[in-house]
């Protein structure tokens, strides 16, 4: 049977540099399971893939959609699962790959390839643009209450300071005339293929280190002009992320640069626990230093026959 191996792990671990080696040995192409990295206009933000990196080995899913454009995790695994079956089959490259790659961080993304996502209406264009101007003249704490009003179940359960997660339940109370809740069914989706998860972690004090450092790094790399680039878009649902509004609120002039660089760290090493959390309920994931990479390999190895 085809085997879809899925390395994961918080930010900062060292996906990227382990995704390369497995996919030289694998033979295989790298699919992209990072939300943010899709966005073309935002990959020094994103920590995405380089150049050099893409030329080398083919990757699905990077730099490929607009900050502009709507896009979900439903939507990514439509096109994921649409993808892996033609690069199974030898119709996207010309090439049968018996096991494949995915890597990222993003919980949802992952979660929708292996688990499925509930069949959810998609929303159209009047309601979200609607929905969009209602957060921007009410504000969140409003529309966070009309979800406790409309959808009490999963107003309880959601992260009420993530707008575009109150946001979208509201859209579908709105639009389907059902709680948001209704549609949450859980039902775990059967694959056509065999899902090995590989597991990257390291001590809690390295972690924070390589996170501190790669915000400096990012900095340096031109993350200040990026967000200057964007600055006109901040108001979009891709931009609103770690790193880009505190960047927005430095070239407000609300805090200083430092400032920025403090509070982009912090808040990463705070995204980076809450991505252990939910790995961590996962009993399926074999866990490695990413320092052991071989170790990785023979897993690898043992999983592929």
Known sequence: ???????????GVGKSEAALTIARHLSSPVINADSRQIYKEIPVGTAAPTPQQQE?????????HSIDDYYSASRYEEDCLSLIERLFNGKEDGVQHPSLLLTGGSMMYIDAVCKGIDD????????????KQRLHDEGLPTLVEELRQLDPEYWAIVDKNNPRRVVHALEICHQSRHPYSFY????????????IKIGLNRPREEMYDRINQRVIQMVN??????????????????LNTVGYKEMFDYLDGLITLDEAIREIQSNTRRYMRKQITWFKKDADIH???????????????EKSH
């Open 184 to 195: 949450r069914k859980g039902t775990i989706k059967q694959r056509p293929f065999r899902i």
């Open 287 to 301: 866990w490695f230093s990413p320092n052991d990479i071989q170790t990785v390999i023979r897993l690898v190895d």
């Open 56 to 64: 080398e080995i083919k990757h699905y899913f990077v730099g490929n």
């Open 1 to 11: 049977m085809n085997t879809l191996f899925v390395l994961l792990g918080p930010t």
């Open 120 to 131: 959810i209406p998609t929303i159209h264009d009047k309601t979200r643009l609607w929905m």
């Open 221 to 238: 790399n031109g993350l200040i002009e990026e967000a200057l680039s964007v600055y006109d878009k901040r108001s979009l649902n891709a």
